[in-house]
């Protein structure tokens, strides 16, 4: 081999320094972390919990006023810096409890109601947008997301203006530079070079598009050398990097499954009981300062706070993302049909059986080729059809807003995002590509699916707030930026007058695709003459008559509903569809 010295010093060169940018958890945030910043949380997924926790320790009691930029804030994530009175705004698509079902959260609420800290709602693909902008060093991003919706008249930051090639309106929303980004990869090396988690939910815009770069906590620090055994999954370069963390399980609570596969080791699960712990606590401001004091303040370090998880929890972690690994619960099951002593359909479960029915319907008459649910019902009436058009021979590829693409949603773990059907998927993308691409971008091809807190008698969804009462739900998520980009869109909603009200207080995501919406009484198609939505057909009910149950449904409707000429008497769910629902929702947090 030919020797060439200049060669050999760049090729050394590219390995880096022994020691690099790698620091403890506490140095990174002493030195890179100032009051007043916007910190942006989290590229690829996998929260940065290690270092959201050691900038809670470090400023308890600062009032540092944070600005933070994050697509969903709970009660793990968020919460604690409300709780110490540490933010002063915050920019988010999600402000709930989302796993292992979505609710709420009581200390988020009281700080809406409180206004003394600045909520801005955006979102999931607009955020993204926004991000994708400031790293690309544009002004701005076009959308089709917000406009008609509420959301589009609090932000300062989007606005419509005319398409100068064809004249038609277009969204713009505004390019967005946090100070620093915070993030949490599967790997790095010693100079940064970050291998992030898939899928990759926001890539690495953050990251390249905040002003002061990026703080990285990874589960393992390799060599150069190491890491360029998978550089195909280099996402974020050294050049961006401040400070390279190692902190194994830095993501808990939450999980982190990652790809590449290293060997024998593995990602870890969801700590369940954890996060339910932290909910819990969340119903009062006493109960969660105490959750705080024994979790966060009274551990000095991520060392410590693993050594109170203990070991033997960890290793469970693990094992739990293993395909074997069922839930004991849906093994006593009962096999494929469930126990003999099955109880009778909940109206959950009638609603989500006739939402499945639906889908599948939509998607064998007009060919739709993707399917995107929202969280809850909605993403389990789109698991059923899935199953029941694979028995007609027919693949709808289900996608996750996170950049999850044609995944197989597996019996055991209910919640929308499960970890356990990653490794199923057969393509990893991220927020842009799954939202802006394949939802928008490809006309015609993927149906929508989503739940609603409230939606009104033209399809309109609100799943923010209710502005009389200062009362803030959970926002948007990625449901506006499907209700905007979608082919069609189903909603499934549970049905009372408070709930299908005759015009939404907030309109979240705007309804002009929105062509049914089905209850656990029955399925309302929107009528194209003046756009209302009409009773289409109802759930048979034992003992009454249509009469009676027409007039039932009426009732439990905000709006003077009127029904179709050709109505149509549905039945309930079969022995074969309550079994596989069971089993796709064991733990009947959907269900019951």
């Known amino acids: 081999m030919l020797h060439l010295p200049w060669v050999e010093k760049a090729l050394e060169g590219r390995a880096g320094a022994a020691g690099g940018k790698v620091a403890t958890l506490p140095e990174a945030v002493r030195k890179f972390v100032r009051p007043g910043m916007a910190l942006q949380i989290g590229c690829g997924h996998g929260y940065p919990m290690a270092l959201l926790y050691e900038i809670v320790r470090q400023f308890w009691g600062r009032d540092p006023g944070f600005t933070i930029i994050t697509y969903g804030g709970s009660c793990t994530n968020l919460v604690p810096f409300l709780a110490g009175g540490l933010v002063r705004k915050v920019l988010a698509s999600y402000l709930g409890d989302a796993y292992p079902f979505p609710a709420p959260n009581p200390l988020i609420q009281k700080a809406f109601a409180e206004g003394k800290v600045q909520f801005e709602e955006w979102s999931m693909l607009t955020l993204t947008q926004r991000l994708a902008a400031a790293a690309m060093g544009l002004p701005f991003f076009p959308t089709r997301s917000l406009a008609g919706s509420s959301l589009a008249q609090n932000l300062a930051d989007f606005t419509v203006t005319e398409d100068p090639f064809s004249g038609e309106?277009?969204?713009?929303?505004?390019?967005?530079?946090?100070?620093?980004?915070?993030?949490?990869?599967?790997?790095?090396?010693?100079?940064?070079?970050?291998?992030?988690?898939?899928?990759?939910?926001?890539?690495?815009?953050?990251?390249?598009?905040?002003?002061?770069?990026?703080?990285?906590?990874?589960?393992?620090?390799?060599?150069?050398?190491?890491?360029?055994?998978?550089?195909?999954?280099?996402?974020?370069?050294?050049?961006?990097?401040?400070?390279?963390?190692?902190?194994?399980?830095?993501?808990?609570?939450?999980?982190?499954?990652?790809?590449?596969?290293?060997?024998?080791?593995?990602?870890?699960?969801?700590?369940?009981?954890?996060?339910?712990?932290?909910?819990?606590?969340?119903?009062?401001?006493?109960?969660?300062?105490?959750?705080?004091?024994?979790?966060?303040?009274?551990?000095?370090?991520?060392?410590?706070?693993?050594?109170?998880?203990?070991?033997?929890?960890?290793?469970?972690?693990?094992?739990?993302?293993?395909?074997?690994?069922?839930?004991?619960?849906?093994?006593?099951?009962?096999?494929?049909?469930?126990?003999?002593?099955?109880?009778?359909?909940?109206?959950?479960?009638?609603?989500?059986?006739?939402?499945?029915?639906?889908?599948?319907?939509?998607?064998?008459?007009?060919?739709?080729?993707?399917?995107?649910?929202?969280?809850?019902?909605?993403?389990?009436?789109?698991?059923?059809?899935?199953?029941?058009?694979?028995?007609?021979?027919?693949?709808?590829?289900?996608?996750?807003?996170?950049?999850?693409?044609?995944?197989?949603?597996?019996?055991?773990?209910?919640?929308?995002?499960?970890?356990?059907?990653?490794?199923?998927?057969?393509?990893?993308?991220?927020?842009?590509?799954?939202?802006?691409?394949?939802?928008?971008?490809?006309?015609?091809?993927?149906?929508?699916?989503?739940?609603?807190?409230?939606?009104?008698?033209?399809?309109?969804?609100?799943?923010?707030?209710?502005?009389?009462?200062?009362?803030?739900l959970v926002g948007s998520g990625g449901g506006n930026d499907v209700a905007s980009g979608a082919a069609e869109v189903v909603v499934v909603a549970w049905q009372s007058p408070h709930r299908f009200v005759e015009k939404v207080p907030f309109i979240t995501s705007p309804g002009d695709r929105v062509t049914a919406v089905v209850s656990q009484y029955g399925l309302f198609r929107k009528d194209p003459a003046d756009g209302i939505l009409k009773l289409s057909a109802y759930l048979e009910r034992p003992g009454l008559t249509e009469a009676e149950t027409v007039r039932d449904i009426k009732e439990q409707c905000g709006w003077e509903l009127q029904p179709w000429p050709d109505l149509e008497a549905v039945a309930p769910p079969t022995a074969e569809e309550l079994a596989r629902l069971r089993h796709l929702d064991p733990e009947r947090y959907f269900t019951r």
């Open 169 to 472: 309106q277009v969204g713009l929303v505004k390019a967005l530079h946090p100070d620093v980004s915070l993030v949490h990869g599967w790997l790095a090396d010693p100079q940064g070079n970050t291998v992030l988690n898939m899928p990759l939910v926001g890539s690495a815009y953050g990251a390249l598009a905040a002003r002061e770069g990026a703080i990285v906590t990874v589960e393992k620090v390799v060599s150069a050398a190491e890491l360029s055994r998978c550089r195909e999954h280099v996402r974020i370069p050294a050049e961006v990097v401040r400070a390279v963390v190692e902190a194994p399980f830095g993501a808990h609570p939450s999980g982190h499954h990652h790809f590449p596969q290293r060997g024998e080791e593995g990602g870890y699960a969801e700590d369940r009981p954890f996060i339910m712990e932290a909910r819990r606590a969340s119903r009062s401001a006493e109960t969660y300062q105490a959750w705080l004091e024994e979790w966060i303040l009274s551990c000095p370090d991520h060392r410590s706070y693993l050594a109170k998880l203990g070991q033997e929890r960890l290793l469970a972690l693990k094992g739990r993302l293993s395909l074997d690994a069922w839930p004991l619960h849906f093994l006593e099951g009962g096999g494929r049909d469930g126990p003999p002593d099955a109880p009778p359909a909940t109206a959950a479960e009638r609603m989500i059986a006739l939402s499945g029915r639906e889908i599948r319907r939509l998607i064998l008459k007009k060919g739709y080729h993707s399917i995107l649910a929202g969280v809850g019902a909605s993403h389990l009436a789109s698991w059923m059809a899935y199953y029941g058009l694979l028995e007609q021979d027919r693949q709808a590829a289900l996608l996750a807003e996170i950049g999850l693409y044609g995944f197989i949603p597996l019996p055991g773990d209910s919640f929308v995002f499960a970890l356990r059907n990653f490794p199923t998927g057969r393509l990893y993308t991220d927020v842009l590509h799954t939202l802006g691409c394949f939802v928008s971008g490809s006309p015609g091809s993927c149906l929508g699916v989503l739940g609603a807190a409230q939606v009104d008698c033209r399809g309109n969804i609100n799943s923010s707030q209710i502005p009389a009462a200062s009362l803030y």
